[in-house]
């Protein structure tokens, strides 16, 4: 799904391989002395360590670098961005260089509008596309391996409830690497609006990925969930944005519990937590309106010039309580937007 957003700025970031507890993680750090602030509150629980415009209106080789909807750290620790445009990059995990790009189609040759992406454990390629919806497996290559099962009431209508382009956005594979979960933008025809469902797989023996269950999730009013990240022990970070014309972005980030929510599977309508149905409960880490802006400078009006629009978000590091989380947003190929990646410190309890 492609809102809007602001601005330009130099390199002012690097990227270094870190683990600690995730496989070939990487994070973003400051370069040079220019940089060698300490990271600034967004919130209590959130700081902003810095931001990067490097890729922004760039090319690799002649595939425009941009219109990222989604992260993800390959299994060699380079940092993967997903095109909605129907292109995979592999960018270099110190500079932000594209090494390589694969172009991505369904399995008779149809463009996706590709917008979730995870890495499995032999290094498949997961990729929610929203158009059906659709999760597919593809290899290194970019050859389909196949698809995902998805539940009739999640396909866009007429097929489903779904409304075009708010289907699945985004996509994680949870700690462990058993389930997998996909987050629908916006809520179907019939349910509560904005209250969204995240649909699950899980893997049973081998590697292929069964139906799981499903949970009933509340978005803030005016906003769709954009991207989720998988924590151990179920709980998640969520990624909510919005858009309003003259105004600009809203991007707010939650700390999710599934553990205690109800599978919605069988729930034929949703209207929240008055009919009995236990919602996924959440707890808001920051809104990013009030992280500092760093210098950045916006193409069009922004309640906090270092907005745009975010869609993509990964963690990349674990260190005790604290995880770097990697965001970049999508420009859409839009002269008034940026593609910017933005790292924050997130601790958690």
């Given at each position: ?30 370069a ?11 919130s ?26 989604a992260?993800?750290t ?38 996706l ?34 698809d ?36 629908m ?47 151990p ?16 972005n ?11 929510a ?50 993509g978000m ?36």
């Amino acid at each position: 799904m492609r809102p809007t957003s602001p601005s330009t700025t130099r390199l002012r970031t690097v990227l270094a391989a870190a683990t600690a507890g995730l496989a070939a993680a990487v994070c973003l750090t400051a370069a040079g002395p220019a940089n060698a602030q300490a990271p600034r509150a967004c919130s209590p629980t959130v700081s902003l360590a810095d931001y990067s415009d490097a890729l922004d209106k760039t090319t690799y080789g002649d595939t425009f670098v941009g219109n990222f909807s989604a992260l993800a750290t390959d299994t060699d620790g380079s940092l993967l961005a997903l095109s909605d445009r129907s292109a995979l990059f592999a960018l270099d995990a110190r500079t932000l260089r594209p090494r390589a790009v694969v172009p991505l189609a369904t399995d008779t040759g149809a463009a996706l509008d590709a917008e979730g992406l995870a890495v499995d454990r032999d290094g498949t390629r997961l990729i929610a596309s929203e158009t059906e919806p659709s999760v597919r497996r593809y290899d290194r290559t970019g050859r389909p391996l196949g698809d995902l099962p998805v539940p009739d009431a999640l396909r866009v209508a007429p097929a489903g409830r779904a409304t075009a382009n708010q289907t699945f956005e985004g996509l994680t594979l949870l700690p462990g690497g058993r389930t997998l979960l996909a987050t629908m933008e916006e809520a179907l025809a019939g349910d509560t609006t904005d209250v969204v469902r995240f649909q699950t797989w899980r893997r049973h023996g081998g590697r292929d990925f069964l139906l799981g269950v499903q949970y009933g999730y509340r978005a803030d009013t005016g906003l769709g969930v954009v991207e989720a990240a998988g924590l151990p022990g179920g709980r998640l970070l969520v990624l909510e944005r919005g858009f309003t014309a003259g105004v600009g972005n809203t991007v707010r980030l939650y700390l999710a519990d599934t553990r205690r929510a109800d599978d919605t599977s069988g729930v034929a309508v949703l209207t929240g937590d008055d009919d009995g149905v236990r919602l996924v409960r959440k707890t808001l880490l920051a809104d990013l309106v009030n992280c500092p802006s760093l210098g950045a400078t916006a193409k069009q009006p922004q309640p906090n010039p270092l907005l745009d629009n975010i869609e993509g978000m990964t963690v990349t590091g674990r260190h005790g309580g604290r995880l770097d989380v990697l965001l970049v947003s999508d420009d859409n190929q839009n002269a008034v937007q940026t593609t910017r990646f933005y790292t924050l410190r997130v601790h958690l309890r």
